[in-house]
């Protein structure tokens, strides 16, 4: 039988309809999506196949975004009982802004040699942080060939305390499915690559029961022509524009983009059935009727 995209949620039965579901003061615990089965993450290092056994009460999920320069948020950050960071996003500098603590870091198959590079800040074992890899299934494969599988399993070697996770080939299909039955648009069709964000936020939807969201900009943030430029990372002050790397990738049509915007539509309905919060910029998803236009992907 197959298993539900996120157990005992709305989001198993497909595309979502606000009108349908009315749980949005429900804990996630009431829902199950702390009890995760085991095909959901593998662990590198012996005993293997282990499944990620967390739940949090409280989670501030940190985006990588330039509206957290100057923010000082990094109190408020460290306060919540769970900090869920990703890529190779550092604090160290940027405590004020973005609080020093990590609970979970969610990390691209793209972004391995940076952690690499950076693993003495980043892999800090004495946090007790839980790290969670994705990526194609070439890069996760168990048999030698699988660059982020044979990275970890050395690096397991040298830090035998690092709790590291992968995200297995099936769990990977249902994140597809899922963006599939949210947009209407099949992820390999349309060229779309999800974005770290889109995993990060959807595995804090199973271990948390409130997810309070740092540095996301509504949907509809780009479309205002006097909306203020940041940079698309606050550790990368000199970098892309968020905006601009927002819209290139949502109307990209060659090659594989990212769809920023269309997932930010998709985090916004679920913040009008689930406990999310989003500030820095502060924002509300308003009310909508079932099936009005916003809630149609743009690519």
């Not at 198993?12 to 429900?26: L, P, V």
């Not at 593998?42 to 330039?66: E, I, N, W, Y």
């Not at 830090?159 to 995200?167: G, V």
């Not at 479309?223 to 990368?236: F, L, M, W």
Request: aromatic share 12%; with cysteine; proline share 8%.
């Amino acid at each position: 039988p197959s298993q539900p995209l996120i157990p005992g949620s709305a989001l198993d039965s497909g595309h979502y309809e606000a009108a349908q579901w009315q749980m949005a003061t429900a804990s996630s615990a009431d829902r199950g999506f702390h009890s995760l089965p085991p095909f959901l993450f593998v662990c590198p290092s012996p005993p293997a196949f282990q499944p990620l056994k967390m739940h949090c009460r409280d989670c501030a999920l940190v985006t990588s975004s330039g509206h957290l320069l100057h923010s000082r948020q990094g109190s408020q950050i460290d306060q919540t009982e769970c900090v869920i960071r990703m890529n190779d996003a550092p604090t160290r500098g940027y405590g004020r802004d973005v609080g020093n603590r990590t609970s979970l870091r969610v990390i691209a198959h793209s972004s391995i040699q940076r952690i690499l590079r950076n693993r003495h800040d980043l892999l800090n074992v004495s946090q007790g942080t839980v790290f969670i890899f994705w990526g194609p299934s070439s890069y996760m494969r168990r048999d030698g060939k699988g660059q982020v599988y044979n990275n970890l399993h050395l690096l397991s070697q040298v830090l035998p305390r690092l709790k590291a996770f992968m995200i297995t080939r099936h769990k990977m299909l249902q994140f597809d499915e899922l963006f599939k039955q949210e947009t209407g648009k099949d992820r390999k069709i349309s060229n779309t690559w999800l974005s770290t964000g889109w995993f990060t936020m959807t595995i804090a939807l199973e271990l948390c029961d409130r997810i309070n969201v740092y540095g996301m900009v509504p949907p509809d943030f780009c479309r205002d022509p006097n909306h203020p430029s940041v940079p698309y990372h606050y550790y990368e002050p000199f970098g892309p524009d968020e905006c601009t790397m927002y819209l290139s990738h949502e109307r990209g049509r060659k090659g594989s983009h990212h769809r920023f915007i269309t997932e930010k539509r998709v985090f916004k309905n679920w913040a009008r059935t689930f406990n999310i919060h989003f500030f820095q910029p502060d924002w509300k998803p308003e009310s909508l009727a079932i099936n009005h236009p916003e809630n149609k992907p743009v690519f």
